[in-house]
């Protein structure tokens, strides 16, 4: 036999028992994750109307409900809103795609010819959704009824809270949040205008719901750290400002607000290396607590 088949051979082989080898190993198991099941935020102008989805009643909007993960009906999803003294109005759910056959082929066997069919296969309708849905009702009259939307409630609250009409700005921040339940910075806004109101509770109340919406908005836990902080609640205000900066670890403010409250439960060491984290960071810090800060801890810096 010669020599280089011998060779050419045994090489081979080596390949063979590598990729038996490779195909025995156990690798790390990857649990399977389900992708979050989308929700969607129904809206009528004006609110409070009967909502039925394909003849199944949901309840009153303002409403929130589950998109079907894996709707494969072949006719569209529809929506229904009724309210007494307006036309009852129907729309789609989303944006529905109807099904589709699609021809199946394989190759010809004649150069250059048509691939040539071998059946069909059907593809399923289906659906993408949308975050929200509104819906504008019009009276018996004919007449479309006109309704300020989440964001136009949304810039007339900044703009009364700017005025410093607080009460008008909770108010027209409310109605914001009332139309889009998930307007998460009409909660934030709506925060502030408690907070500068007094009404702490409320405030953290609303930061928390900030929170909940988006869970990574590291300014809604120092917002929601600073009110704990004016409760004298210490270490729920450090607890929220090293969350903000596990979000952010380049978020002065949180460095600063921590080292604030390190120093009312006189961990000094601590404060100081918020201090100097802030200052490294670009903030400056009060003149006036760094003077507190000196004559507690005897320390310059």
Same mark, same amino acid.
């Given at each position: ?8 051979? !045994? ?58 993960? =894996? ?17 009852? *109005?129907?729309?789609? !759910? ?94 934030? =806004?709506?925060? !502030? ?5 007094? =009404? ?13 919406? =988006? ?25 929220? !400002?090293? *969350? ?58």
């Amino acid at each position: 036999m010669n020599r280089f088949r011998v060779i050419g051979l !045994f090489l081979m082989a080596i390949g063979l028992i590598a990729t038996l080898i490779s195909s025995c190993a156990i690798g790390p198991r990857v649990a399977h994750v389900a992708p979050p099941t989308p929700t969607i935020t129904i809206n009528t102008v004006p609110n409070g109307a009967d909502i039925s989805i394909q003849g199944n009643y949901m309840g009153k909007s303002p409403l929130v409900v589950t998109a079907p993960s =894996n709707y494969t009906g072949t006719e569209p999803m529809r929506i229904e809103a009724r309210l007494e003294g307006y036309e009852p *109005k129907e729309v789609l !759910f989303g944006d529905y795609h109807p099904p589709v056959a699609k021809v199946l082929t394989r190759p010809s066997n004649i150069f250059l010819a048509d691939p040539i069919p071998v059946g069909t296969q059907t593809i399923p309708a289906y659906y993408t959704f949308r975050n929200s849905i509104d819906i504008k009702l019009y009276s018996k009259g004919g007449s479309s009824v006109y309704a300020k939307t989440a964001e136009e409630y949304f810039q007339s609250g900044n703009s009364s809270f700017d005025q410093g009409n607080l009460s008008q700005a909770i108010s027209d921040l409310t109605k914001a949040i009332e139309i889009n339940p998930k307007l998460a910075k009409a909660y934030n =806004n709506r925060g !502030f205008a408690y907070a500068t109101q007094g =009404n702490l509770p409320q405030a953290i109340s609303d930061f928390t719901k900030v929170i909940e919406i =988006n869970p990574q908005d590291a300014d809604a836990y120092h917002s929601r750290g600073f009110i704990y902080g004016k409760q004298s609640n210490f270490g729920q205000a450090i607890s929220d !400002f090293s *969350k903000a900066i596990e979000i952010d670890p380049n978020l002065a403010k949180a460095y600063s607000s921590r080292g604030k409250n390190y120093y009312y439960i006189k961990e000094y060491d601590k404060a100081w290396a918020d201090v100097h984290k802030a200052e490294g960071l670009g903030s400056a810090v009060s003149p006036e607590f760094l003077t507190e800060l000196k004559k507690a801890s005897g320390r310059e810096k």
